[in-house]
């Protein structure tokens, strides 16, 4: 039987499964064409149409106090690893008590930063069965005005989850992504093509005219025109 060491050699190597990262990148790419400038997406921009090969792996988070976010909606692949339904449940039932204490802090930069936060995840599984790796992506979300206190996520593994529920610790030989969101840089072009921005129109010209001083009036009275006067006297 190998030791400890040999162990996590032979079976804890990254996260490589393609399908499951280009879930995340359809994902992020979505909630992308969703900001406008330097503004988060709001809740209820975040339309399912573009996602619907996606789905399955996406879940809504609601925070409820600075380091814990609870389940709003979740995809199908969330029920399957908890096995069980998981709205109104917090993130943290994801986790092993080790890796509950590294998500709080997350959380809290996801909606202070803002910040895109994609976390490595490592699920044990028993002796002598691989461990399942996967990868969950966390992107800040408004409501209710400018508050952020929402989270649109997904998370995909690569494998399949068994009838026993999932509880994930933090990946040490993956690395954790976090960073801050960065405002978008559009051309004017761009902007001008977006339909709620129109393009400012240009008030005509008012048209010129020229003053012409009034006609001068006399001051005086003419003077009467001479007559003629005969006396024959």
């Known amino acids: 039987m190998p030791n400890e060491r040999e162990y996590t050699t032979q079976h804890r190597t990254p996260f490589h499964d393609q399908a499951g990262a280009d879930v995340l990148t359809r994902v992020e790419a979505h ?11 709001n809740r209820v921009d975040m339309t399912p149409g573009p996602l619907s090969d996606s789905l399955a792996h996406c879940f809504t988070l609601e925070r409820v106090t600075p380091s814990v976010a609870r389940f709003r909606v979740a995809g199908r692949a969330i029920h399957q690893i908890l096995n069980l339904e998981p709205r109104g449940m917090p993130i943290s039932a994801l986790f092993t008590p080790m890796g509950r204490e590294m998500v709080a802090p997350i959380i809290y930069d996801v ?14 599984r028993g002796l002598g069965r691989s461990p399942l790796r996967g990868r969950m992506l966390l992107l800040p979300l408004k409501h209710d005005g400018e508050a ?23 990946d040490s030989e993956q690395s954790l992504r976090s960073e801050p969101v960065q405002p978008v840089i559009r051309t004017v072009h761009e902007i001008l093509k977006c339909p709620d921005v129109a393009p400012v ?16 009036q006399p001051t005086h009275k003419p003077m009467p025109a001479l007559r003629l006067v005969v006396d024959n006297t």
């Open 111 to 124: 909606c202070e930063g803002p910040e895109i936060s994609e976390i490595p995840l490592v699920a044990p």
């Open 201 to 216: 129109a240009t008030p005509p010209l008012p048209t010129l005219q020229i003053w012409e001083p009034p006609a001068l």
């Open 31 to 41: 909630w992308q064409d969703m900001r406008k400038g330097s503004a988060l997406p």
């Open 148 to 170: 952020v206190n929402r989270i649109f996520g997904a998370i995909v593994i690569d494998g399949r989850a068994g009838r026993r529920p999932l509880r994930f610790e933090f």
